[in-house]
């Protein structure tokens, strides 16, 4: 009701406020009119004779009526000779949009029998800001009006309400307040004698409802303890359920943890495989270097005590020996640098020691213990990073983490169609990040086997001895351990490109 009622009220004041305006209008274009009727000769005179200064004069004179926003005298062709506007229209500000509107009347010069000059024309213009500054008073005195009719109604409808509905309802709601419905003696509400009002009606269909409640809640209070009872057994088979539940978890989990260290052990013996293998060749060109130095001093020796020996026969033993030493210095140069290289490759894999290091040399050193699969391979290593850059993080982490990627793209990426393949390494700073670019030109994966490629157990080339833990393994190492960051770019035949992001600096506590 009151809500049809402010409608209805704000259309009605808008018709009026609406017939108002139109009538104001109508009133202002009558007053233009006369006011140009008025002014016209003194216009055209001041047009005809070029007299500036009347000109000027009647404009501000025009101007002088409230009703007038601005004054226009246009030549015969079109060009303005005189225009001016109300200082005040020009400094209001209304929050709607103003409308103009004008009148018009062309100006003539008539003398005697002589055909009339056209001098031009007069265009006088007002707007609606006019019009609601004369409505102003109308429109505060009918918002008023509607404001006070609407609070009497809502507040004669409240009353009303208050009287016929709010003080029964809440009569009854303190009553029904009081009522403990497992009391066994339930109190009902009660009933005046007589014609019921609406207070009586409730209190009756409450108190039948209450009986119905009373004959409920023995039914009710034994299927409760049943239930109690069923819940206390369950809850204790479900305790029961976690109990081997939790076991079965931490049982999976040491397993899982075992794999992984199996994973790491399996790995480091096929490296320590790897380079036996490969420092059995400088070791055996340093061996049989030696041996044939040890048989060239014999035969020298016994031609020196028989004295044979002849100076030609000396020099080319010394050149002999200076090819021999050189030959044995490359070979067990080699063989020494492949056993640091393991050395500390293997250590660090063994350990989870906080250090500082050369990131550039410790890549070289993980590469150079991959050798022999990467030979084999005829992979070539490229790696681009800055000699001076260090890092104090965990060198292990760093070596399985490289290590599990080169044999990733050795066994996964490079088959009998890859031409030319290749490891491209390379590592560049980003603030106090490093950021680890690791690609080969490798096959590639789709985006079904790029999905799952962290998943413990996940593999292509089960068939091939993969066990899925290597990927795994690195996932967890960087976000882990490391502390950072991996996204991987992949597509069939385009290769696979690992981008980490590591903090320079881990914190030793």
Not at 97 to 106: A, D, H, K, N, V
Not at 201 to 211: D, H, T
């Amino acid at each position: 009701m009151l809500s049809i009622y402010i409608l209805v009220t704000m259309a009605i004041f808008a018709a009026d406020m609406a017939l108002q305006y139109r009538s104001h209008r109508q009133g202002i274009m009558a007053e233009l009119s006369m006011l140009q009727r008025t002014f016209e000769r003194s216009v055209g005179y001041a047009l005809w004779h070029m007299d500036r200064r009347q000109l000027d004069a009647a404009v501000v004179g025009m101007l002088e009526m409230p009703s007038v926003s601005r004054v226009t005298v246009t030549g015969p062709e079109g060009e303005i000779v005189s225009e001016a506007s109300s200082g005040e229209a020009r400094k209001q500000r209304h929050l709607l949009p103003i409308s103009t509107f004008s009148s018009s009347m062309p100006l003539v010069h008539a003398s005697g029998s002589a055909p009339p000059v056209a001098l031009g024309t007069l265009e006088i213009q007002s707007n609606s800001s006019v019009i609601l500054h004369r409505l102003q008073g109308v429109l505060l005195f009918a918002a008023l009006t509607a404001a006070i009719k609407t609070a009497v109604l809502v507040l004669l409808l409240r009353r009303h309400f208050d009287r016929i509905l709010s003080r029964p309802l809440f009569e009854i709601a303190r009553r029904a307040g009081q009522i403990n419905p497992k009391d066994p003696e339930v109190r009902p509400l009660p009933v005046k004698p007589g014609e019921p009002d609406e207070l009586d009606v409730i209190s009756s269909a409450i108190n039948g409802l209450l009986q119905e409640v009373a004959a409920t809640v023995g039914a009710f209070d034994a299927l409760n303890k049943n239930l109690e009872s069923q819940v206390e057994q369950r809850t204790a088979a479900l305790q029961q359920s976690n109990a081997a539940l939790a076991q079965s978890i931490e049982q999976l989990h040491l397993a899982q943890q075992s794999l992984v260290e199996s994973e790491k052990m399996a790995a480091l013996g096929g490296l320590v495989a790897g380079i036996a293998h490969e420092i059995n060749t400088p070791v055996g060109l340093g061996l049989t270097g030696a041996s044939h130095f040890a048989y060239m001093v014999q035969q020298l020796e016994t031609r020196f005590r028989a004295g044979e020996l002849e100076e030609a026969q000396f020099e080319r033993f010394l050149v002999d020996s200076r090819e021999l030493a050189r030959s044995i210095c490359v070979s067990l140069e080699k063989a020494a640098a492949l056993v640091r290289s393991f050395k500390l490759v293997a250590v660090d894999q063994g350990s989870d020691e906080l250090r500082r290091f050369g990131v550039r040399q410790y890549i070289d050193d993980v590469v150079l213990t991959h050798h022999p699969a990467l030979r084999n391979g005829k992979v070539a290593v490229h790696v681009d990073c800055d000699r001076q850059l260090e890092v104090t993080s965990y060198p292990g982490a760093w070596s399985q983490l490289l290590s599990n990627f080169i044999n990733n793209s050795v066994t996964h990426a490079f088959d009998a169609g890859t031409r030319e393949p290749a490891i491209r390494i390379a590592v560049q700073e980003d603030g106090q990040d490093i950021v680890l670019t690791y690609a080969d030109n490798g096959k590639g994966m789709p985006e079904s086997v790029a999905r799952r490629v962290y998943e413990p157990f996940f593999t292509t080339n089960r068939q091939n001895g993969g066990s899925g833990l290597g990927m795994h393994i690195a996932y967890n190492l960087v976000r882990q351990q490391l502390l950072g960051s991996i996204a991987l770019q992949t597509a069939p035949g385009e290769g696979c490109a690992f981008t980490l992001r590591l903090p320079k600096q881990l914190p030793t506590t």
